[in-house]
């Protein structure tokens, strides 16, 4: 096995102390089998439930009226995450167009929105338009307004119940931490925060941004009183076979008005061809949670592979998992950019790829991806990326197997000790 690495481009020395780390994780990757056993019977539960067949998988076009395999994919969706209505559709993009789908549907002219856990990620900045940008819920009239989180991540209550007001129509709640140096919210953790705000404000709309936190847990969000859950298809619940697409699930209401703004008002979701995609969503479906656990060891694998080598990581080495994402503070360009070397490096596609900073849409600071992958942006794929900016931390995500996101960390540390921006320990160096 070390000369099968070596011929991937890794050091035996570099094989080795990830072989040493490993052996401390056998107990975790246990129970990360586990949960991923109760999240496939739930999906294939759903699925026998609603009778999917083969006739579900045919491709239609046009207007798409009468599409049997969309309505029952929603079903499936909504059975799935425990909620009334699923729009689960490839006309949406991405994970950032799912929400604002979901924003603009349900804030009006005079609402406001509350983000009760600090900025939100890059990409909403325009959207709600904290960043001027023509077609911004502010540029409709409507009002924004957060709440930082307290300095240990934790939630800030009393500034929060001080926030609502008769305006505050919906509350955002960003369960990954994105581009933020913060910890991802456990399930138990969104539950307690939409609680709190209910008790404020019975009628406040609680929404998650479930991105990269579906199948984690063995609940969602939408299971402890969350009237909406958000995501992308390229991301958990796509498997990595989901070419495109997103989901929102939640209250019948608030769906069916998501559905209108997504085609028209009057047409909602009787319309929207699924162009073969059928397949594709429900096989991404049934091998999520899979994928997810293998992805969850490779975060694992690599918090502790780094932690010991003195960087400051985020989750821990010990902590609790609540997504698939790893934060690595590396403390320079220098070291983001040897980073995502070795993660590009372990692509089976654009392999021979040189990742460099660059201008990316949506972003105020250049961005550094790492993405060798079958579907372009699919972050449940092996990625990395990260805005070139203090501290310099990179987010680590995503493999449709744990071997091959092995391999991806082990080639990041070797450009890193190539670099000169680490050291292996002693035993490892001798």
Same mark, same amino acid.
């Given at each position: ?276 995609? #059928?397949? +594709? @969503?429900?096989? %991404?479906?049934?091998? *999520?949670?899979? &994928?997810? /656990?293998? =992805? ?39 070291? #983001?950019? +040897? @980073?995502?070397? %070795?993660?590009?490096? *372990?692509?089976? &596609?654009? /392999?021979? =790829? ?77």
């Amino acid at each position: 096995m070390t000369e099968q690495y070596l011929r991937m481009g890794v050091s035996p020395a570099v094989y080795d102390y990830g072989q040493r780390v490993l052996e401390s994780l056998r107990g975790r990757f246990d129970a990360l089998d586990e949960t991923a056993e109760y999240n496939q019977c739930k999906v294939i539960a759903a699925m026998q439930k609603h009778r999917v067949s083969a006739a579900c998988f045919a491709a239609t076009t046009g207007y798409g009226y009468d599409d049997v395999g969309r309505e029952n994919l929603e079903r499936v969706y909504a059975d799935v995450f425990g909620t009334e209505a699923a729009l689960v559709r490839p006309q949406i993009t991405c994970g950032t167009h799912a929400l604002t789908v979901a924003l603009s549907a349900n804030l009006l002219p005079g609402d406001e929105l509350l983000s009760p856990v600090g900025r939100p990620y890059d990409t909403l900045e325009e959207v709600i338009g904290i960043r001027p940008s023509a077609c911004s819920l502010k540029e409709y009239g409507v009002s924004y307004r957060q709440v930082d989180l307290l300095p240990d991540g934790s939630f800030d209550y009393d500034a929060i119940a001080a926030a609502v007001t008769e305006k505050t129509k919906l509350a955002t709640i960003q369960r990954s931490k994105g581009y933020a140096m913060r910890p991802t919210f456990s399930v138990r953790q969104i539950g307690e925060l939409v609680a709190f705000l209910k008790r404020i404000k019975p009628d406040i709309i609680c929404m998650v941004d479930n991105c990269y936190g579906e199948f984690v847990e063995k609940l969602e969000p939408s299971d402890v009183g969350a009237d909406l859950v958000v995501g992308s298809l390229i991301k958990n619940p796509g498997g990595g076979l989901a070419p495109i697409g997103g989901y929102i699930c939640g209250r019948r209401d608030l769906v069916e008005r998501c559905a209108y703004r997504l085609s028209a008002p009057g047409l909602g979701q009787e319309v929207g061809a699924n162009l073969g995609l #059928m397949p +594709a @969503f429900y096989q %991404g479906l049934f091998l *999520a949670p899979t &994928v997810v /656990s293998g =992805a969850l060891k490779g975060a694992i694998f690599a918090a502790n592979l780094y932690e010991r080598l003195g960087f400051r990581v985020l989750p821990n080495g010990t902590e609790e998992r609540h997504d698939i994402i790893q934060a690595v503070e590396l403390g320079s360009r220098e070291g #983001m950019i +040897a @980073f995502c070397k %070795g993660i590009q490096a *372990a692509a089976p &596609v654009d /392999s021979f =790829a040189d990742p460099m900073p660059w201008d990316m849409p949506g972003y105020d600071d250049q961005v550094i991806m790492a993405a060798g992958t079958f579907v372009q942006g699919s972050s449940i794929e092996l990625s990395a990326d990260g805005p070139i900016r203090p501290p310099y931390a990179v987010y680590f995500q995503g493999g449709l197997t744990w071997y091959h996101a092995k391999l991806g960390i082990l080639l990041s540390l070797q450009k890193l000790v190539e670099a000169g921006l680490t050291k292996l320990p002693e035993e490892e160096q001798k």
